[in-house]
């Protein structure tokens, strides 16, 4: 899953990552980033790939 790295400045490939619910109950991704491996957090939960 692609996210926006503060870091980097950029939008990363996001490795490690985990589905998560924020304290409002909506679902967020967590992970790192490929390149610097800072944190990484992305709104809405993992999208289930297409066959």
Do not use: H, L
């Not at 409002?24 to 709104?43: D, W």
């Amino acid at each position: 899953m692609e996210g926006y790295c503060v870091k980097c400045k950029a939008k990363r490939e996001m490795k490690d990552e985990k589905q998560v619910t924020m304290k409002n109950g909506r679902p967020a991704t967590q992970g790192t980033c490929s390149v610097c491996s800072t944190k990484m957090f992305k709104i809405g939960g993992i999208k289930k790939e297409a066959k």
